[in-house]
T-cell receptor, first 110, second 115 residues
Framework: GESVGLHLPTLSVQEGDNSIINCAYSNSASDYFIWYKQESGKGPQFIIDIRSNMDKRQGQRVTVLLNKTVKHLSLQIAATQPGDSAVYFCAENFRHQFYFGTGTSLTVIP | DSGVTQTPKHLITATGQRVTLRCSPRSGDLSVYWYQQSLDQGLQFLIQYYNGEERAKGNILERFSAQQFPDLHSELNLSSLELGDSALYFC??????????????FGNGTRLTVT
């Protein structure tokens, strides 16, 4: 099946700094991508999505960048806060199915 | 709050038993997906229903079955439980049948422990 991988399993950042979480996806025909945040004991929470006809999309304190040439997705979190500590993972949609990576654990140091 | 409701939150049962997990999708969502998440593993797709009909199957064991009812809630039945079935089981819902720019919205899961 398809696979989505994350470059870094863990990431520690200082409170107030910007965070960048990366994701490599496997299928160049994937047309829709989502970033999720999962806190301990909770389900994955939708953060932001992007379609393949876009390169960048911004939300509140978050930006997703899509580089189709190298099949790379990144999530940028501005002014990282302690509440941002969680596991983040990306998902790609290929042939109407979603494929998820295992995630990157983000720890925010106060 | 995603709007997806899963019950129960926790379930502890013995090997060989059968359990039923329940999911109510977000209002207006027709698709329901079931995922299994084990320790240190990503989300493993089990099965998808759209408006009452099975739409896609993933790595779902024959001991597992699911259905979606006319009111769109869904149940995942796990039988002949084994220790390895211990995991978090998530339900997600979506407006569309899969992708198409419609994200999945997840419930908070059912933590199943098989002893």
């Amino acid at each position: 099946g398809e696979s989505v991988g994350l470059h870094l399993p863990t990431l520690s950042v200082q409170e107030g700094d910007n965070s960048i979480i990366n994701c490599a996806y496997s299928n160049s025909a994937s047309d829709y991508f989502i970033w999720y945040k999962q806190e301990s004991g909770k389900g994955p929470q939708f953060i932001i999505d992007i379609r393949s006809n876009m390169d960048k999309r911004q939300g509140q304190r978050v930006t997703v960048l899509l580089n189709k040439t190298v099949k790379h997705l990144s999530l940028q979190i501005a002014a990282t806060q302690p509440g941002d500590s969680a596991v983040y993972f990306c998902a790609e949609n290929f042939r109407h199915q979603f494929y998820f990576g295992t995630g990157t654990s983000l720890t925010v140091i106060p | 709050d995603s709007g997806v409701t899963q019950t129960p939150k926790h379930l502890i049962t013995a090997t060989g038993q059968r359990v039923t997990l329940r999911c109510s999708p977000r209002s207006g969502d027709l698709s329901v997906y079931w995922y299994q998440q084990s320790l240190d593993q990503g989300l493993q797709f089990l099965i998808q229903y759209y408006n009452g009909e099975e739409r896609a199957k993933g790595n779902i064991l024959e001991r597992f079955s699911a259905q979606q009812f006319p009111d769109l809630h869904s149940e995942l039945n796990l039988s002949s439980l084994e220790l390895g079935d211990s995991a978090l089981y998530f339900c997600a819902s979506s407006v569309a049948t899969g992708g198409g720019g419609s994200p999945l919205h997840f419930g908070n899961g059912t933590r199943l422990t098989v002893t």
